[in-house]
């Protein structure tokens, strides 16, 4: 499991890779196992300030890998599957909701359940040849990994509705026009781009950026007397911050804020 997905830390920022390039980093248990396990990391780890998922080889992440699905024995009783499943789909809900930034570097294809972990993100950057699919109807599968969640958050439920329900293929131009993609660069400088926006982040006032996921996070399911209350809160603990003071005390001096994240 270790090398099937990759961590790396670097000044705040942990990069998780999915790492079956040969596979165009399908899902398996191994692989899905490895990402619950990263994002618990991502979310407990004081150093981590910000997160990267990305895919090896050029694609982001093609969704479960169905060779291995049709290839399998006998399936468990329901209640097993369903147990098992919703054990896996845990990767999506921790970096939804984790208060910490995550950036999704989305090239080659974006589909199924990888699409899915791709939406959980905060933003995502995508390569100007990206496809990006729903996928699931194609295969006879109703979805996972909290994609109809996520996407009819961000783009509502009638849209949402067609893209799961006819499955098309979208550039990475027109899932921009939707707002499913936050940014496209050209393929070179999928990389770097997305690396240069995640790094910023990490390297950025922690503590507030995670209380601004809560207060949008809140959104989705509090009243606005709610959604007030948390944010009186937060703004006022973010007030208390050594990062907020140092901001304030850059912004007299007419220099740029040098955040340590608390």
Same mark, same amino acid.
């Given at each position: 499991? =270790?090398?099937?997905?990759?961590?790396?830390?670097?000044?705040?920022?942990?990069?998780?890779?999915?790492?079956?390039?040969?596979?165009?980093?399908?899902?398996? #248990?191994?692989?899905?196992?490895?990402?619950?396990?990263?994002?618990?990391?991502?979310?407990?780890?004081? /150093?981590?300030?910000?997160? *990267?998922?990305? @895919?090896?080889?050029? +694609?982001? $992440?093609?969704?479960?890998?169905?060779?291995?699905?049709?290839?399998?024995?006998?399936?468990?009783?329901?209640? %097993?599957?369903?147990?098992?499943?919703?054990?896996?789909?845990?990767?999506?809900?921790?970096?939804? #909701?984790?208060?910490?930034?995550?950036?999704?570097?989305?090239?080659?294809?974006?589909?199924?359940?990888?699409?899915?972990?791709?939406?959980? $993100?905060?933003?995502?950057?995508? @390569?100007?040849?990206?496809?990006? =699919?729903?996928?699931?109807?194609?295969?006879?599968?109703?979805?996972?990994?909290?994609? +109809?969640?996520?996407?009819? %958050?961000?783009?509502?439920?009638?849209?949402?509705?067609?893209?799961?329900? =006819?499955?098309?293929? *979208?550039? !990475?131009? #027109?899932? %921009? !026009?939707?707002?499913?993609?936050?940014?496209?660069?050209?393929?070179? /400088?999928?990389?770097?781009? +997305?690396?240069?926006?995640?790094?910023?982040?990490? #390297?950025?006032? =922690?503590?507030?950026? @995670?209380?601004?996921?809560?207060?949008?996070?809140?959104?989705?399911?509090?009243? *606005?007397?709610? $959604?007030?209350?948390?944010?009186? *809160?937060? &703004?006022?603990?973010? !007030?208390?911050?050594?990062? &907020?003071?140092?901001?304030?005390? !850059?912004?007299?001096?007419?220099?740029?804020?040098?955040?340590?994240?608390?």
């Amino acid at each position: 499991m =270790t090398d099937i997905v990759l961590q790396d830390l670097d000044r705040g920022l942990l990069t998780i890779t999915m790492n079956r390039p040969d596979r165009r980093n399908a899902l398996n #248990q191994d692989m899905i196992r490895g990402l619950v396990e990263a994002a618990h990391r991502a979310k407990d780890d004081p /150093e981590v300030r910000a997160v *990267l998922l990305k @895919g090896a080889g050029g +694609t982001f $992440c093609v969704g479960g890998d169905v060779k291995s699905m049709a290839a399998a024995g006998a399936p468990p009783p329901l209640e %097993q599957k369903v147990a098992n499943l919703r054990r896996g789909m845990e990767v999506s809900r921790i970096l939804h #909701q984790m208060p910490k930034p995550v950036v999704a570097q989305i090239d080659g294809a974006a589909a199924g359940a990888g699409l899915s972990m791709a939406l959980a $993100c905060d933003l995502r950057v995508a @390569g100007a040849s990206a496809k990006i =699919t729903t996928a699931f109807a194609k295969v006879g599968l109703s979805g996972d990994f909290g994609g +109809t969640y996520f996407l009819t %958050q961000l783009i509502g439920a009638a849209k949402a509705r067609e893209l799961y329900l =006819t499955s098309p293929v *979208l550039t !990475a131009e #027109q899932a %921009q !026009a939707l707002g499913i993609v936050s940014r496209v660069v050209p393929d070179a /400088e999928v990389e770097s781009a +997305t690396r240069e926006l995640a790094l910023s982040l990490a #390297q950025g006032p =922690t503590v507030t950026l @995670g209380y601004i996921k809560t207060n949008i996070n809140n959104a989705e399911s509090l009243s *606005l007397e709610a $959604c007030f209350d948390a944010e009186a *809160l937060h &703004h006022s603990r973010c !007030a208390e911050t050594a990062d &907020h003071k140092e901001a304030a005390a !850059a912004f007299v001096e007419k220099r740029a804020p040098v955040f340590q994240g608390r």
